[in-house]
């Protein structure tokens, strides 16, 4: 029989960890917020080193993501993807920041441990972010792990803007590469 149905989970520690009542004013604390997810998932070993948070208009909130690829046995189940689908879910639109009648809601912010992979770029243009937060790089993902983040165009960052999604990097890059150095250091393997 072919499975008709998708079933896809964060860890119970991120429910014990963070309400659904958390604001966070600043982009620091919004990026803050996905390394210290990353890094709970890498301690937890509940997953990959990535962590992924989206936060509405008033700076609260939505929908938390970390990687579940090897415990899900799915290899979309990105800390960026998880976000996004939990977000749209709870706001019950499949943009973010739009419905299908063309009202517009937001902005909607995505902060993210580490810059996404050319899977989670492409889903950011659909996902219906204004804003991108972004913690480590690529090149950091790929000289601290053994991750392959895949091809992106020379130009990703103006692809993002011309879109109309605003990007900005490197926000707490050192502790963002710390959780992806330990990630390594501890095997680099968890289910």
């Not at 290899?75 to 517009?104: F, K, P, T």
């Not at 895949?150 to 590469?177: M, S, T, Y």
């Amino acid at each position: 029989m072919l499975y008709a149905q998708l079933h896809l989970t964060l860890p119970a520690w991120v429910h014990e960890t963070i309400g659904d009542d958390h604001v966070c004013p600043g982009d620091e604390d919004k990026v803050a917020l996905a390394i210290e997810l990353s890094r709970r998932n890498v301690e937890a070993r509940t997953g990959g080193p990535f962590g992924a948070a989206v936060f509405g208009p008033d700076h609260r909130l939505v929908a938390v993501g970390v990687n579940r690829v090897l415990p899900q046995n799915c290899s979309v189940a990105h800390a960026e993807i998880m976000a996004y689908a939990l977000a749209q879910q709870r706001v019950q639109r499949s943009r973010l920041n739009c419905d299908e009648a063309g009202n517009r809601y937001g902005p909607y912010t995505l902060a993210t441990s580490a810059q996404p992979c050319c899977q989670c770029y492409g889903a950011t243009f659909w996902a219906g972010v204004d804003r991108l937060l972004i913690g480590a790089r690529s090149e950091d993902v790929m000289r601290l792990t053994e991750f392959d983040e895949g091809p992106l165009p020379a130009d990703w960052l103006g692809e993002l803007e011309r879109r109309g999604i605003a990007v900005v990097r490197d926000l707490h890059r050192d502790a963002a590469c710390e959780v992806l150095r330990k990630y390594g250091e501890l095997g680099g393997v968890f289910y």
